[in-house]
């Protein structure tokens, strides 16, 4: 999957996955669910605290 | 066109209105203190000027970046950094408008130390003041969208 259409699928903007993924930026509780729903994971799968 | 992929449709709008926001300046303070004219019609032409000029620049800018890039709406994290941007904006106004209460008071004070601080001369202070704040506000927005890239 893309940047692009995860981004669409999240209903975010690409620059917020590219931040996400470089762990520059932290999502809101109802994002890190919405990612997680799109790969149809766990939310603890899908982020970790590091 | 590529340089076009690095940057959103939002950031392409600040980037402009930053870009903006500094001609606007550059251009009134430069005519402003080289006619020397802080009142009068002089100030009025040189208003009217600046505000063409600011909508033609809108107008063919603007236009450009929303026809080249996708428009995007927005998500968390822009307004994130617009609450950001504003909070900056808002102490860079106040601390403009507190500074323009003691130039008035120091003015009433000291008037021969100082000059006379006529309407035109607080109507341009403010101005500044306003695209100071505009500009605090672009630049923060900018800084937090490049940092976290």
């Known amino acids: ?33 919405r990612i997680a729903k799109v790969f149809d994971v766990p939310l603890e799968e899908a982020f970790q605290y590091n | 066109m590529k340089f076009l992929n690095n940057y959103s449709n939002r950031e392409l709008n600040i980037w402009a209105e930053l870009i903006l926001n500094i001609l606007v300046s550059l251009f009134f303070v430069s005519k402003v203190f080289t006619s020397n004219q802080f009142g009068g019609e002089v100030l009025v032409q040189i208003i009217s000027t600046t505000i063409i000029l600011a909508i033609v620049y809108s107008i063919v800018v603007f236009g450009a970046i929303n026809a080249l890039t996708k428009r995007e709406e927005k998500d968390e994290r822009d307004y994130i950094y617009e609450l950001k941007s504003y909070r900056i904006s808002y ?34 202070i403010l101005l500044i003041i306003a695209l100071l704040s505009s500009t605090g506000k672009s630049l923060t927005q900018l800084f937090n969208y490049r940092k976290n890239i």
């Open chain 1, 1 to 33: 999957m893309t940047q692009a259409e995860l981004a669409e699928k999240a209903s975010v903007t690409r620059q917020t996955i590219i931040a996400l993924e470089a762990q520059k930026y932290s999502p809101s509780l109802e994002l890190a669910f």
């Open chain 2, 91 to 124: 102490y860079l106004s106040h601390g403009g408008i507190l500074g323009i209460i003691c130039l008035i008071v120091f003015n009433a004070l000291y008037q021969e130390n100082i000059g006379l601080l006529t309407p035109p001369k607080i109507a341009m």
